[in-house]
């Protein structure tokens, strides 16, 4: 039988949090609060769970938010600022909520937080998003307050409005799929559903105290994912390489029109690193049963209720 304590999810309208209150749900939890800024995907949250407590709140400001948190056992940070060119959106969603986030649950006492991190701490590349994440990380690490940190690598699966979900509303439009130079940069992509057993595996074990790297099981180059992705998707689209240069030009010319891209040239540069992530073996460490990536890739682009439905920018 769940636990009836109290679970706070942060960035609860999110990829992560969106697959997460599924989850737990899915295993009876009920005792859920969800808060979230982002105006429309909170109201899909509120949409798909209409007996779900939800919160709009930006935690970087002071506000209503803070008394929700009173009671709670269980606070999981997963409100992140991942994609954008504006320097102060990485720093207010990333720092400052955080450290706003902590000293609300330090005066009401929340026993323990559970914080998605991000693999790119460890990452050689340096950027808005990863600075942010090494400082959020250590602002968590140094709360005082009983915590077990994840950093998981690249994820996709259900609600995916960036990366792999991004590239794949992207694929359906287009009669050819670009490929940045000669495609061959090592992934190490990782299902957001097992990623959320995890999740819910560290909840349950209440374990503190503990940082672990989640890759991916299947390491794959990013072309044969993308090609991967087009069989999960049934399309026939064929794979144009683009000379690295002309691409990252063309990127910076389109933020120039949008100033919040779904692809920027950070995300390229971080795309050709040659970065390769810690495996562990967190299936036998967390009890949790790995998807292939195969039927991970499936299981994300043919599900009957979710697999069309895409959160904003």
Known sequence: MPSSDRIVITGAAGLVGQNLVLRLKARGYRNLLAIDKHPSNTALLRRLHPDLEVVEADLAEPGAWEAALAGADVLVFSHAQIGGIEPAAYLANNVTATEQLLAVAARH??????????????????????????????????????????RPTLMFGWFDRKHIG?????????????????????RQ????????????????????????????????????????????????????????????????????????????????????????????????LFGVEATPLRQALEETFRHPDYAEIALDF
């Not at 006492?109 to 250590?138: C, F, M, N, W």
């Not at 509303?169 to 090592?186: A, N, Q, S, T, W």
Request: hydrophobic letters at 40%; charged letters at 25%; glycine letters at 6%.
């Open 166 to 186: 991004w590239l794949a509303r992207f694929m359906k439009r287009m009669p050819v799929f670009p490929i940045p130079g000669h495609g061959r940069y090592l």
């Open 189 to 284: 992509p990782l299902y957001s559903g097992d990623f959320c057993d995890i999740v819910i595996a560290c909840v349950e074990q209440r374990r503190a105290g503990e940082v672990h790297n989640i890759s991916g099981l299947e390491k794959i180059d990013y072309i044969d994912l993308i090609a991967a992705m087009r069989r999960a998707l049934g399309l026939r689209r064929p794979l144009l390489k683009i000379p690295y240069g002309l691409f990252w030009g063309l990127l910076k010319a389109y933020s120039w029109l949008d100033r919040d891209p779904p692809f920027t040239t950070d995300q390229l540069e971080a795309l050709v690193a040659p970065d390769v992530f810690e495996t562990i073996d967190w299936p036998g």
């Open 109 to 150: 006492g929340v026993p323990y937080i559970l914080h998605i991190s991000s693999s790119v701490v460890e990452s050689i590349v340096e950027d808005h998003y990863t600075r942010t994440k090494e400082r959020q990380e250590a602002l968590v690490l140094e709360s005082g307050i009983p915590c077990c940190v994840l």
